[in-house]
């Protein structure tokens, strides 16, 4: 197992302009990660590909892997073929940055657009660009995924549902311990059911309310009206130990990755989940 952190962490850093990518590559090295994760948050690899080689040459220098590429993505708007182009632009940056894992996104709809039944209509649609872009990811070696968030595409069934649909060996999930949540399913038996099918961990806390009225600035609701707040990773309701518990004993040996988005300072939020994930996970 290789531990490290998502620039989706730093995101306030690098929004803030108090770091640049360049930056975040470093700092996470500095901390002792493993490896880093890009996210195009507050930066575009894809409209400047000589800042990708930068990226690229940054993590080499600092002695860390980038693991992972993940960009957002809609295969559900009327840009379909022009979507699935776009998203195979994104490979050929994954390929730039070095990379062997790249998630994309696969949709976003309207809460009330997200039943099962609706789910199942448009499955074929989804499946079909997910084929096409793990197939042009191929010749590059590179595994494709869908994460588990959006609410769409977000439950435990539907993750597996999907990736049974495109039905190839690249495609796999990055599984979210946390994002279960978002659809009020237990993460614990939710990782259980799909860490088999991960090419890609991790790992976020939250805090979960219940609430008639809502409860504020930094809250937001689940797929059934309960309430969610980022937290440090291991200060959470989460029972983290269990869920890396299942993690450990399941033989994933991949990259495990820090995402922090609580209210906390950034990068002294994200020190402390990577510290308390490595404590956590030796002690198992």
């Known amino acids: 197992m290789k531990l490290g952190i998502s620039s989706y962490s730093l995101q306030g850093a690098i929004n803030s302009k108090r770091m ?3 930056d975040v590559v470093q700092w996470v090295a500095d901390q002792g990660g493993e490896h ?39 295969f559900l708007t009327d840009d379909y073929e ?8 994104e490979v ?32 074929p ?4 660009a997910c084929r096409q872009i793990a197939d042009y990811a191929a010749q590059f ?8 968030h959006g609410y769409y595409v977000q439950a435990s069934d539907r993750v597996q549902r999907l990736i049974h649909a495109v039905d190839k060996e690249n495609f796999k999930t990055t599984l979210d311990t946390g994002n ?10 939710a990782v259980k059911k799909n860490i088999s099918y991960a090419s890609m961990v991790h790992v976020k806390d939250f805090y979960r309310r219940t609430s008639p009225l809502g409860l504020g600035e930094g809250w937001f609701p689940s797929s059934s009206g309960n309430y969610l707040r980022g937290a440090i990773t291991g200060h959470g309701d989460i029972n983290l130990p269990e869920v890396l518990k299942v993690v450990k004993q399941s033989g994933y040996d991949g990259y495990i990755s820090i995402e922090f988005e609580g209210m906390e300072d950034c990068e ?11 404590q956590i996970w030796e002690a198992l």
């Open 20 to 22: 640049t990518i360049l």
């Open 36 to 74: 880093i994760e890009i996210v195009p948050i507050g930066f575009d690899l894809a409209g400047d590909t000589q800042l990708a080689d930068a990226v690229r040459q940054k993590a080499e220098e600092a002695g860390i892997e980038i693991s992972n590429y993940a960009i957002g993505a809609n």
């Open 82 to 89: 022009n979507e699935i182009e776009r998203v195979k632009k």
């Open 92 to 123: 050929d940056i994954a390929h730039r940055l070095g990379v062997k894992l790249m998630r994309h996104d696969v949709a976003w709809k309207a809460p009330n657009e997200i039943s099962i039944r609706d789910f199942e209509q448009d499955l």
């Open 125 to 128: 649609r989804m499946a079909e």
């Open 141 to 148: 070696g590179i595994v494709t995924s869908v994460e588990n």
């Open 180 to 189: 279960f949540l978002c659809v009020d399913e237990d993460p614990v038996a």
């Open 268 to 278: 002294r939020a994200a020190k402390i989940s990577l510290d308390n994930v490595r």
